[in-house]
C-alpha cells in the first residue's frame, strides 16, 4: 500500500476566484490552465497499520495545523472510497520554489491525491482523481489532468472536475518564469473575494473569457490565448485589490515584468504577453523561437528566472523514485 506520483503545478489562464463551497472547494464559474514543466511536486504515500496517526511532510518539514488538515481532507476522501481506516505516511519533495505564486498547491495535492489512490489499490480515471485532489485546491484538479485544463464549475463531484483540452500550441509553447519572492494567502484572497465590489463585474465577464479561451486554444491562436490570460490576470488583481482587505500582492519587480513584456509585444513584435496568479511572481508566455531572447530581457530586470514548458497530467512513478 504504497505509490510515488508525480504532477505538475498550472498556471492559470482563466483563473477561479472565490469558493460557493469552501468546504468541498467548489468554485463560483469554471477555470482553464496549463500544466508547467519540468517543475513538479513528487509525493510519496504509505497506507502502514503500524502508525498511530497520519504523518505529513512537505520539503523536509512536518505539517501541523491547518497545512496539515487540507492535507487530510484528500487522504480521508481516499479512505471513504477504498473503505479502509489505515493512517498513512506522505512524504513530498517540490523541485521549484513555494509559496510564491507558482502554484505549488496545485502540484503538491495533485500528486498527493494520484499516490493515495494508487497506494490504496483504487482504480480511477483521472477526471474521478481531479475531484479528490480538488478537495485541497480546486486548482489541484487541473494539475491531475495536466496540459491545457478545464475545471468545470458544479455543486457535485460529476459536474465540478477536470478534463483536459486538447490543443496544437502545446509543443511551441514556453514560459519564462520571472521569480519575484513575497509571501502571499490565496485562501485568504478566495474567501473575500466575493466581497469586493468588483466581484459581480468580474463574474458577468468571465464567461465571454471562457468561451474565447476554449476556441483559441482548439484553433490553436497563442496570440488570443496569452492575451485573454493576460487580461484576466488584471481582472483578478482588480478583485483582489478591492476587497475588504486591500490586498496588493504584486511588487515593484512584477511591474517592471510587466513594462518589458509589453515593450517586448509593441517595439519588437515578438509573441509574449504576461501572466500571474494570486502572487508577485510573473509567467512570461511566448513561443520556442523567442524563448532564450525572452528570458534575458526578464533576467535583466533583476528577478530569477526558469524556463518551462507544458506540462504532461499526474503519473506514477517506478518504485525506485519513492521518497522513503
Not at 150 to 179: F, Q
Not at 282 to 308: F, L
Amino acid at each position: 500500500m504504497k505509490a510515488t506520483a508525480k504532477a505538475h503545478p498550472i498556471q492559470g489562464l482563466v483563473k477561479y476566484h472565490g469558493m460557493r463551497d469552501e468546504e468541498q472547494r467548489y468554485p463560483y464559474h469554471d477555470s482553464i490552465s496549463v500544466c508547467t514543466a519540468p517543475s513538479h511536486t513528487k509525493t510519496t504515500a504509505e497506507f502502514d497499520e503500524s502508525l498511530d496517526s497520519d504523518v505529513f511532510v512537505v520539503d523536509g518539514e512536518e505539517l501541523t495545523g491547518h497545512a496539515a488538515d487540507r492535507v487530510r481532507t484528500v487522504v480521508s476522501r481516499v479512505r471513504e472510497l477504498a473503505e479502509i481506516d489505515t493512517r498513512v505516511r506522505l512524504e513530498s519533495e517540490n523541485s521549484f520554489p513555494s509559496n510564491v505564486g507558482l502554484g505549488s498547491s496545485s502540484s503538491g495535492f495533485a500528486a498527493a491525491a494520484m499516490a493515495c489512490v494508487e497506494a490504496a489499490g483504487l482504480d480511477l480515471t483521472r477526471p474521478d482523481i481531479s475531484t479528490i485532489a480538488r478537495l485541497g485546491s480546486s486548482s489541484a484538479a487541473r494539475a491531475v489532468t495536466g496540459g491545457f485544463s478545464d475545471l468545470h464549475m458544479g455543486l457535485n463531484d460529476h459536474d465540478c472536475r477536470s478534463e483536459r483540452l486538447e490543443s496544437p500550441l502545446e509543443d511551441d509553447v514556453r514560459i519564462v518564469a520571472g521569480l519575484v519572492p513575497a509571501y502571499k494567502e490565496t485562501e485568504e484572497a478566495h474567501r473575500e473575494a466575493a466581497d469586493s465590489h468588483m466581484f459581480e463585474a468580474r463574474l458577468a465577464h468571465i464567461h465571454d473569457q471562457l468561451v474565447e479561451m476554449r476556441d483559441a486554444l482548439r484553433e490553436g491562436d497563442f496570440d488570443r490565448v496569452f492575451e485573454t490570460a493576460e487580461h484576466d490576470s488584471l481582472s483578478l488583481a482588480a478583485t483582489t485589490m478591492t476587497g475588504p482587505a486591500g490586498w496588493v500582492y504584486w511588487k515593484p519587480e512584477t511591474l517592471e515584468i510587466f513594462n518589458e513584456v509589453r515593450r517586448l509585444r509593441e517595439k519588437e513584435d515578438i509573441p509574449v504577453y504576461f501572466s500571474t496568479d494570486t502572487g508577485a511572481s510573473v509567467y512570461v508566455n511566448t513561443t520556442a523561437e523567442h524563448e532564450e531572447y525572452v528570458e534575458g530581457v526578464i533576467a535583466d530586470c533583476g528577478v530569477e528566472t526558469m524556463r518551462w514548458k507544458v506540462g504532461g497530467p499526474a503519473e506514477i512513478l517506478p518504485e525506485s523514485e519513492s521518497l522513503f
